[in-house]
């Protein structure tokens, strides 16, 4: 038999098609693998040390990154190191809508039953972005936080529970004043959902109860990451 057959439609079938298949899907994983990797290395990857990690030879890393590169997802810089790419941010934006929309049940409950603003904040570029805020319906006063609003990890409720988050820690973070003099924060990590480095929380003018705030802070993460799991 031929080792490809034309068929009735044009197009070129391989005997060999299973394997073909097979390894088609292996570099998939492999890219996929490969972003990942660069993603979770802040002063980015060598080739060298990608190929050690994902224990395939440098030639191949190469090939991956000549292919992601071309699609904005991985770039080299001056140095000559694996760096997430901009391709990475339009996907990321386009998934925020779907985002907003599986969180935003739980943060009107929570915004309601605490009497404060509530908000998911994401990961993006190493810093914390405020993507979604409710502000409560019935308080005189309230913090108005915007969407959109960038701050660093290491300050503020909603970044350092994000960074816990990273260690498996679930339990709500409290801060005073770390953002805005005179606001008080908890948020707790949103945990179990696949790529995703975020928190929810509220954020109040007058000083929370720590123990009835951190309990409705976990259960609107937990609320949130079952929503954008299923």
Not at 21 to 36: N, P
Request: glycine letters at 16%.
């Amino acid at each position: 038999m031929d080792e490809a057959a034309q068929r009735q439609d044009g197009t070129t079938e391989h005997a060999g098609g299973g394997a073909r298949g097979g390894e088609t899907a292996q570099t998939l994983d492999r890219g996929l693998r490969l972003l990942h990797l660069v993603a979770d290395a802040p002063m980015g990857l060598t080739v060298t040390e990608a190929a050690n990690r994902l224990g395939i030879g440098r030639a191949a890393v190469y090939r991956l990154v000549g292919a992601l590169s071309g699609h904005g997802m991985v770039r080299r810089d001056g140095d000559g190191r694996l760096r997430l790419g901009v391709g990475v941010l339009h996907l990321a934006r386009r998934a925020q809508p779907l985002l907003a929309e599986g969180a935003l049940p739980a943060l009107r409950r929570l915004a309601e039953q605490a009497g404060a603003t509530a908000h998911l904040t994401v990961v993006e570029g190493g810093e914390g972005v405020a993507l979604v805020v409710v502000e409560p319906s019935w308080t005189s006063f309230h913090v108005a936080y915007r969407t959109g609003t960038r701050h660093p990890l290491d300050r503020g409720a909603a970044g350092r529970a994000i960074l816990a988050g990273r260690t498996g820690a679930a339990g709500p973070v409290g801060t005073s004043g770390e953002l805005q003099p005179g606001a008080y924060g908890v948020a707790a990590p949103v945990l179990g959902v696949p790529g995703l480095e975020a928190s929810v929380g509220v954020v109040a003018l007058a000083p929370l109860d720590p123990k009835a705030a951190g309990e409705q802070v976990l259960a609107a993460a937990t609320a949130v990451a079952t929503a954008l799991s299923s």
